[in-house]
């Protein structure tokens, strides 16, 4: 999962957001206290089928030990896209953590995963190893079964993600909530500032959270309260102050328009439809979907082409005349 993988883990590794996703999510109850997790090394060897030696990594790997765990090694496994191998590759990551048990200690514990699926499609099989094949009733009864724990988090329904007590529930509420035209954020304080506004980052592919990173860092520096509810106000204004800046060099309509385009392929990114976009930006679909092909045609790099064409799709060089000739310019 390369960055996107990275930063999941620059959140999930906080022990309150750890705890917090296995006493929501699996355990349903809160068994997990964070400052009883201890990180675990995530790199092991495996040996290959012909002799060779190779690495394997976890994404994250802690170890626990009070209460009815005396001691447990809870691992998180993060996915953008649904991998039909998911139980082998789940039974390799456990195995090495037992592993790791016979060579270093006597002491024996479970060793539990879950799994975060981030994309838009729900994980609904496979689930365990066995549905992994196509197996006949016969043969059923004599292979093993290896079971793992999915969880959707763009599909976790309301009550679910207000048990979230940590940073996660604004990152939940987010994946749920994200082509919801009236989504309203919460105002929940967020604690790892930078691990949020990582994560919207890289899923987002939206460097306007690169962009506010150091102002709103600043501000909760400071003392401030820093919400979901600043990420958009920050967002919303820079994208005035792009569209004002554009407009003072290029002209107050084409200004607008490459604002109008950009927001269009930010949507489009985000793998929105066409109907989406035009609804949530009050355009006619046929239009929308022109400069959807034009944004394809062209590449959202080369936005003057696109823009040049567009300002005649949207009709919007005969309002400009009407504004200068209005102003009297």
Request: charged share 30%; hydrophobic share 35%.
């Amino acid at each position: 999962m390369g960055q996107k993988d990275r930063s999941e883990k620059y959140l999930e590794n906080y022990n309150d957001v750890f705890a917090d996703l296995f006493n929501v999510l699996l355990f349903k109850k809160k068994w997990i206290r964070e400052e009883k997790l201890r990180s675990l090394d995530t790199e092991s060897l495996y040996k290959a089928a012909d002799g060779s030696l190779g690495l394997q990594r976890r994404d994250i790997l802690k170890e626990y030990g009070s209460g009815r765990f005396l001691v447990a090694s809870l691992g998180i496994e993060n996915q953008s896209t649904i991998d039909s191998d998911m139980p082998v590759r789940v039974m390799g990551y456990d195995y090495a953590a037992y592993r790791d048990q016979i060579n270093k200690s006597k002491k024996r514990v479970p060793v539990i995963t879950i799994i975060l699926n981030f994309s838009r499609t729900e994980w609904k099989t496979p689930l365990s190893l066995k549905d992994m094949f196509h197996l006949s009733e016969d043969l059923d009864p004599f292979v093993q079964d290896y079971k793992i724990h999915v969880f959707n988090i763009a599909f976790l329904p309301k009550e679910v993600r207000n048990q979230f007590t940590s940073d996660f529930k604004i990152v939940a509420d987010y994946f749920a909530e994200r082509d919801n035209p009236d989504y309203q954020p919460d105002t929940q304080a967020i604690k790892h500032v930078e691990g949020v506004l990582e994560m919207f980052r890289v899923f987002t592919d939206d460097m306007r959270y690169d962009m506010i990173k150091s102002d709103v860092i600043e501000k909760r520096r400071k003392g401030g309260k820093v919400t979901m509810c600043t990420f958009v106000d920050r967002m919303v204004n820079l994208g005035i102050e792009q569209g004002e800046k554009r407009g003072m060099v290029q002209g107050t309509v084409r200004g607008k328009m490459e604002f109008f385009v950009y927001l269009i392929a930010q949507k489009w990114n985000k793998n929105q439809g066409v109907p989406e976009i035009a609804e949530a930006l009050e355009e006619e679909e046929t239009k929308v979907e022109q400069i959807v092909e034009l944004l394809g045609e062209y590449g959202s790099d080369n936005t003057d082409e696109v823009v040049t064409k567009a300002l005649d799709i949207m009709s919007w060089r005969s309002a400009g005349a009407n504004e200068q000739e209005g102003s009297g310019k």
